[in-house]
């Protein structure tokens, strides 16, 4: 088996799953789920829905939260009661869905690495000026691609968890002091669709809590040493945790946008930042100005490196998958001359894989060709493009979920129960639903 197989035990973890208060110590992959999957396309597509439609639209934010919610428990569970990597489970269902995922995963990260480097340059612009957005997304790029190479898990997992409270805090702060009309968010929970309102529905039931980052939450159970049906309590409560606190986030940039920005066309300017700055400022002082850029650059840089990190090792994972047979009966007598263990790889290190040539390579992919999508000079509108995109790989991991989740592919005590498909199966629904809506609307 090469090195590129990103599963690992934590040294200092326990090997038994925590019990009471020691529960919430052991947190730390639904952090960087959530690190990485609340960042750039969250923050800028709530704050543009809530410029255009106010509070309208708070049902699509908070149902994508929950949607997301059930999509990560099935991620972890699949992880955990299978032994085996996600890649591994979708290669169990034929050369189709790796073949998909394989090709996504290339156009996906040239297109989020402009996105991420943009996001992350607006602040910095905004902050301290001097360079223009472009040149400071790809300083910003180039640093992400630094401290990724560099480091480890557990110090990945311990910078992330302080930039994850930075954002949180300062993001809700902001959103208290422009205190919102209670009445009006009530109103936002029964659904609608405003006129126009499709593409900013996508985005946020789609795009919030993240899209493909979501299979890389198994990578970082595996590398905190997670294995085993007895960590599901463990990885439920982690997963739920990281998902109430993008639940609150959203609403919290909703409220922001449609309390000071409501009715400016913020994907029209590149300036859009430098405005709720401005207005922030006019309206509290140049400190709340300051204090929601921080909790901006805290955002979209712990996304950045959630990224860089957990799609690195998505995509190291499926190039092994890709040598490996595909189709059931093939998988089968493969893992049957190997071993299940060895097939899932589940005692080689990640640290292994943070240094080969896959996760490096890709990491490089991340950075570098994406720079040329810098000079558009239209960071919220590659947002929400990027945003679109994600989307389309939630019907995918849906549809895929439920097929690995109630088969004989996992243990029993890891199938879906009624809940569980409800929610998938709501969630394929709407994802495909949303995607074709908004291609015919696109194409028309």
């Known amino acids: 088996?090469?090195?590129?197989?990103?599963?690992?035990?934590?040294?200092?973890?326990?090997?038994?799953?925590?019990?009471?208060a020691a529960r919430f110590r052991s947190l730390g992959p639904g952090i960087l789920a959530a690190a990485a999957g609340v960042?750039?396309?969250?923050?800028?597509?709530?704050?543009?829905?809530?410029?255009?439609?106010?509070?309208?639209?708070?049902?699509a934010a908070l149902l994508g939260t929950v949607l997301k919610l059930a999509l990560g428990e099935g991620v972890g569970r699949w992880h955990l009661a299978s032994g085996s990597t996600l890649l591994d489970g979708w290669r169990r269902l034929g050369r189709w869905a790796t073949g998909f995922f394989a090709v996504y995963i290339v156009i996906w990260g040239f297109v989020y690495g402009a996105t991420a480097m943009?996001?992350?340059?607006?602040?910095?612009?905004?902050?301290?000026?001097?360079?223009?957005?472009?040149?400071?997304?790809?300083?910003?790029?180039?640093?992400?691609?630094?401290?990724?190479w560099a480091q480890r898990y557990q110090v990945f997992e311990r910078f992330i968890t302080v930039l994850v409270a930075l954002k949180f805090v300062t993001v809700v702060s902001v959103a208290v002091l422009v205190a919102p009309d209670l009445g009006d968010l009530a109103?936002?929970?029964?659904?609608?669709?405003?006129?126009?309102?499709?593409?900013?529905?996508?985005?946020?039931?789609?795009g919030v809590g993240g899209t493909i980052t979501m299979a890389a939450y198994g990578y970082w159970m595996f590398a905190k040493g997670w294995k085993g049906t007895g960590w599901l309590s463990m990885?439920?409560?982690?997963?739920?945790?990281?998902?109430?606190?993008?639940?609150?986030f959203v609403v919290a940039m909703l409220v922001v946008g449609s309390t000071l920005l409501l009715g400016q066309d913020l994907t029209e300017s590149d300036r859009g930042l430098l405005v709720l700055g401005e207005v922030l400022a006019a309206d509290y002082g140049q400190w709340a100005r300051i204090l929601f850029l921080v909790g901006f650059l805290a955002?979209?840089?712990?996304?950045?490196?959630?990224?860089?990190?957990?799609?690195?090792?998505?995509?190291?994972?499926t190039l092994r998958t890709l040598r490996l047979p595909h189709?059931?009966?093939?998988?089968?007598?493969?893992?049957?001359?190997?071993?299940?263990?060895?097939?899932?790889?589940?005692?080689?290190?990640?640290?292994?894989?943070?240094?080969?040539?896959?996760?490096?390579?890709?990491?490089?992919?991340?950075?570098?060709?994406?720079?040329?999508?810098?000079?558009i000079d239209r960071p919220f509108g590659l947002t929400l493009v990027y945003g679109v995109l994600g989307s389309v790989f939630m019907p995918f991991l849906a549809i895929t979920l439920m097929l690995l989740l109630n088969s004989s592919r996992i243990a029993r005590d890891g199938r879906s129960g009624w809940l569980s498909n409800i929610l998938l199966g709501a969630s394929s629904a709407l994802f495909l639903t949303l995607l074709v809506t908004d291609l015919v609307n696109r194409l028309g």
């Open 118 to 148: 943009s996001a992350v340059g607006l602040p910095l612009n905004a902050l301290f000026g001097g360079l223009s957005v472009r040149y400071w997304a790809m300083i910003a790029g180039v640093l992400g691609l630094a401290l990724v």
């Open 299 to 317: 955002v979209t840089t712990s996304s950045l490196l959630g990224v860089w990190n957990g799609v690195s090792l998505l995509f190291a994972d």
């Open 39 to 59: 960042g750039a396309g969250d923050l800028v597509a709530t704050m543009v829905a809530g410029a255009e439609y106010g509070t309208a639209l708070l049902w």
């Open 327 to 375: 189709g059931s009966r093939a998988t089968e007598a493969a893992d049957a001359a190997v071993g299940d263990e060895d097939a899932a790889g589940a005692e080689y290190s990640a640290a292994d894989v943070e240094r080969s040539w896959p996760f490096r390579g890709y990491l490089l992919w991340l950075t570098l060709p994406p720079m040329a999508l810098l000079f």
């Open 235 to 248: 990885m439920r409560l982690d997963n739920a945790v990281g998902y109430v606190m993008t639940g609150i």
């Open 1 to 20: 088996m090469s090195q590129d197989v990103p599963v690992a035990q934590h040294p200092a973890e326990p090997l038994e799953p925590p019990t009471g």
């Open 187 to 206: 109103s936002g929970l029964v659904p609608r669709l405003p006129a126009g309102s499709t593409v900013y529905v996508l985005g946020l039931i789609g």
